[in-house]
């Protein structure tokens, strides 16, 4: 369910219509709908009302402030993988006691940031990561909450590059090596064991791999009580999928209804990392089209958004629907929607059955809530695009379209080259 949908023939984000917003400030421009956040915050982190947990929105899936805002305002807390996106959950006013760190890289600064701010809990994913943690925690005097991420080893079923709970894979610690590195952990003066986590992977469509992963976590956990460490918090990470086009993911409250049975009872505070199924569908972004180019092989719809701004089709082949902003009869052609990027791999859409667009008009690329502006980039000098949240019948630019002087700040041209 999402607040994107015509009145008339004009695509609306709630009450305002797309193209008003497109004419005052420009395209292309993300646009998310603020019902439909909270809407689907509610519908995630209500599923699990009847157990003690805890939702830690996943900054990295979109990390706009007045978005992490509007989680922290519901209740929900943060799940983060490096120190800027620390800044920006406690800039947002995440409760910092609401705030896992994930990821197989912090740094020795980011620990240390994260540990002066108090965080709930880190989930570690190295035998070294767990002794500069020590290290770090007993030079500042403090105290380090963690949870091993284990890596559980089962079959998301998802693209290969958004599993994580792999063997291979480079994320966690093997489970049968967990318990060796829990014993260590819980030998460590300023560590303190609080719980155990994984995250599987991302886009998943089946309750049945979080099910297996919870299963095998039980068994971690049972056999930590016989050797005396008790844990408190088990975050079973983030990962439920969306409609991007045809795909039937579990609702939240299926998904919450299956781990629930398989946890039966654990006096467990559950941690919940979800983030494309809160933003992925609260979000699209808007293009207008520049040129339609007709070859005797192809259709080319050139927009003026690309590869830069949603990433996602070049780099997983991911599906995004196009649908105009102005509906009317028109006919259906085959065409792949490109950007302006001077790579093969900038397009929206490739060999898509849509309807004609003509040049300049309004494009919407649905579905782009999560992943799209936060893996967004510069490249080719490009400015990034502007951030608006529609509430109802106003709108509000939540980050303002980026200035050439913005592409050059911090750079410098040494003395030696002259004026
Ligand atoms: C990316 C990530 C998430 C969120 O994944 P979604 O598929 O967007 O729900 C949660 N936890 C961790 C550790 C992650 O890396």
Known sequence: ???????????????????????????????????????????????????????????????????????AIEGGGADIVSGGELYRALKAGVDPKKIVYSGVGKTGEEIEYALRSEILMFNVESSQEINLLNEVAGRIGKRASIAIRVNPDVDPKTHPYISTGLKESKFGIEIERALEDYTVAAGLRHLRVAGVSCHIGSQLTQVSPFVDALGKLKVLIEKLRETGIAVQY?????????????????????????????????????????????????????????????????????????????????????????????????????????????????????????????????????????YGFSMSSNYNSRPRVPEVMGVGDR?????????????????????????
Do not use: W
Not at 1 to 20: A, I, Q, W
């Open 395 to 419: 709108y509000f630019v939540i980050r303002s379209r980026e200035t050439y002087e913005d592409l050059v700040r911090g750079e410098n041209i040494p003395d030696f080259m002259g004026e």
């Open 1 to 71: 369910m999402h607040h994107f949908t015509y009145k008339g023939n004009e695509l609306h984000c709630e009450d305002v219509p797309v193209s008003r917003i497109a004419q005052d400030i420009g395209t292309p421009l993300y646009l998310y709908s603020h019902a439909t956040l909270l809407q689907h915050f509610r519908a995630f982190d209500g599923a699990f009302s009847d157990v003690a947990h805890l939702t830690c929105f996943a900054v990295k899936s979109n990390s706009s402030l007045a978005i992490l805002k509007l989680f």
């Open 234 to 370: 088990l975050d079973l990470g983030g990962g439920l999928g969306i409609t991007y086009d045809k795909e039937e993911p579990p609702h939240p409250d299926e998904y919450a209804e299956a781990l629930k049975r398989e946890l039966h009872a654990q006096d467990l505070t559950v941690i919940l990392e979800p983030g494309r199924v809160i933003t992925g569908n609260a979000g699209i972004l808007v293009a207008r089209v520049l040129y339609i180019k007709r070859s005797p092989e192809k259709t080319f719809i050139v927009v003026d958004a690309a590869m830069n701004d949603l990433i996602r089709p070049s780099l997983y082949g991911s599906y995004h629907a196009i649908q105009p902003v102005r509906r009317s009869e028109r006919r259906m052609v085959k065409a792949d929607v490109v950007g302006p990027i001077c790579e093969s791999t900038d397009f929206l859409a490739k060999n898509r059955e849509t309807a004609v667009f003509e040049p300049t008009d309004l494009m919407a690329v649905m579905s782009a809530g999560a």
